[in-house]
């Protein structure tokens, strides 16, 4: 049994990790095994401090133990859980861990970046642990379901996705609510993206890519109106349409890091994590130039 403490409790996420790994207040279908959340800092936050009061009460209500800092729980747990809800602070809140030799798991937005994402992978590997970090819709039982009838489909030729985009400081452009449709489309498409033009307004911003193989793939993160997740996947002998049930999304991300904690095998790796903040970088680049074409390789 795993021993896991989560750092800062200014995200839902804080809650409705515990919650799933601790066998608390969910459906038996919502459980996850092999670990439990032991330990808890419920920290400080750039972006959403008002929200930390009430999470934490709820994840003490789950059988947590809370410290006063991070660091207090090294020696007493197997893995952390970094959430803090800005992508900024990440680094400063995984570096104790990684230097202590704990596997780490590092929420959405993994960094908002480069040089801080290319740190943090530098750490975990002179330390020698795992560390990875993605948005939870990559786990959608729609999107995972995709590769398990990949044989009838054939190869993805090109995909798009859609959901909120609601922007915040802290987390510039599409790092905040838009990583999530920009997750879901390196999960359909895989890595490989080169360039990036968004068409940029108040309402909305629509990101296409181009893939080194001439594949294109494109994102719509909206702003206004009625919103929802969503893909279509172009493929080799079928389209398929996907509205996104967010239901076992939480489930199957915590099981796969629990997985990951436990082998030493990152879900995602830092290569197609790194891509994702190129990507993301890539996007404003191109909209703070009025949509001309940004490749990957010039963000540092």
């Known amino acids: 049994m795993l021993r896991l403490g989560v750092v800062d409790f200014d995200s839902s996420h804080s809650i409705e990790f515990t919650r799933r790994i601790n066998h608390c ?103 020698r642990q795992v560390v990875f970090g993605t948005s939870a819709l990559r786990f959608s039982q729609d999107v995972l379901t995709l590769s398990d009838i990949a044989d009838r489909t054939g190869r993805v030729l090109g995909a798009f996705t859609y959901g909120p985009a609601k922007r915040a400081d802290g987390n510039p452009g599409l790092f905040h609510y838009g990583i999530h449709a920009t997750e879901v489309l390196f999960a359909l498409m895989g890595s490989g993206c080169e360039s990036v033009v968004t068409a940029y307004t108040d309402g909305a911003e629509v990101v296409t890519g181009r893939w080194r193989d001439g594949r294109v793939g494109t994102l719509r993160g909206s702003r206004d109106g009625s919103t929802s997740y969503g893909f279509v996947a172009f493929c080799e002998r079928a389209v398929i349409e996907r509205r996104l049930s967010t239901r076992f999304a939480y489930r199957n991300l915590c099981q796969s890091i629990v997985r990951s904690f436990e082998t030493g095998v990152p879900t995602v790796d830092a290569d197609t994590t790194l891509e994702v903040v190129r990507f993301v970088l890539a996007a404003l680049a191109s909209e703070s130039r009025q949509g001309e074409s940004v490749r990957l390789d010039s963000i540092q």
Do not use: W
């Open 25 to 127: 207040g969910v459906d038996a279908d919502q459980c996850v095994e092999g670990a439990r959340v032991v330990l808890g800092c419920p920290g400080d936050s750039q972006m959403s401090p008002e929200r930390i009061p009430g999470f934490t009460r709820e994840v003490e209500s789950c059988g947590v133990e809370l410290v006063e800092q991070p660091t207090d729980m090294i020696g007493r747990i197997d893995g952390v859980l970094v959430l803090s809800i800005c992508g900024s602070a990440h680094l400063q809140r995984v570096r104790p861990f990684l230097e202590a030799g704990i596997p780490a798991y590092v929420d959405k937005p993994f960094a908002c970046s480069l040089p801080d994402a290319t740190e943090i992978f530098r750490l975990a590997n002179e330390h």
